[in-house]
């Protein structure tokens, strides 16, 4: 099992605010950072050092955390916002990258 | 515009060997502010780090991994490489070849290939 724990699956209505959760150990030491990955695509960083975007990736997505806890939230949902969210950060020893095992994000 | 791009087989044998490379255009992998790495997505599952590769040579790999990974890389062509010995059918997935960048505490891998596919069969 990861060291970064994420639910499976959550849903949202279209236009409505959902949040995707990443836990795990080293989050209190790290920051968590968000990729999005649409069918067919390649992933893409859409949250880094917290609550940083990238060029290009929409000010609805924004990030946050507490404890052992990273929040990816997503305010004013589209439909383009459907894809698998995974989190990243280094594992407990500090010394690799480990992903958290998705979040599958359904716009309705 | 940062452009990364896999190549190699598609297929692969059983106990054989994976080499796969990137070539990088559009910026230099020389650039003090970069690792390379590789990153794996296996059909239905999540993403999972391989390793990553300085431009000097240097490289820190996933410890489940470690024993059957190289990660190289060539300055001249601007590419780096990935070997996996041993591959099994565990070894099917995705392969995204990737800049990593950060402050060497906190980096993220900001910039992805379009990924290549590798099947294990005989």
């Known amino acids: 099992s990861s060291e970064l724990t994420q639910d499976p699956a959550v849903s949202v209505a279209l236009g409505q605010t959902v949040r995707i959760t990443c836990q795990g150990d080293s989050l209190r030491s790290y920051y968590g950072g968000w990729y999005q990955v649409r069918p067919g695509q390649a992933p893409a960083l859409v949250i880094f050092d917290k609550n940083s975007r990238p060029s290009g990736i929409p000010d609805r997505f924004s990030g946050s955390s507490s404890g052992d806890t990273a929040s990816l939230t997503i305010t004013g949902a589209q439909a383009e916002d459907e894809a698998d969210y995974y989190c990243s950060s280094r594992d407990r020893s500090g010394n690799q990258w480990v992903f958290g095992g998705g979040t599958k994000l359904t716009v309705l | 515009q940062l452009h990364l791009q896999e190549s190699g087989p598609g297929l692969v044998k059983p106990s054989e060997t994976l080499s796969l490379t990137c070539t990088v255009s559009?910026?230099?992998?020389?650039?003090?502010?970069?690792?390379w790495g590789w990153i794996r997505q296996s059909p239905g599952k999540g993403l999972e780090w391989i390793g990553s590769?300085?431009?000097?040579?240097?490289?820190y790999y996933n410890s489940s991994l470690k024993s059957r990974v190289i990660l190289s890389v060539d300055t001249s062509k601007n590419q780096f490489s990935l070997k996996v010995f041993h591959m099994t059918a565990a070894d099917t997935a995705v392969y995204y070849c990737?800049?990593?960048w950060g402050d060497g505490y906190n980096n993220y891998f900001d910039s992805w290939g379009q990924g290549t596919l590798v099947t294990v069969s005989s």
């Open positions: 990737v800049r990593e």
């Open positions: 590769v300085y431009y000097s040579g240097s490289t």
């Open positions: 559009g910026g230099s992998i020389t650039s003090a502010s970069y690792h």
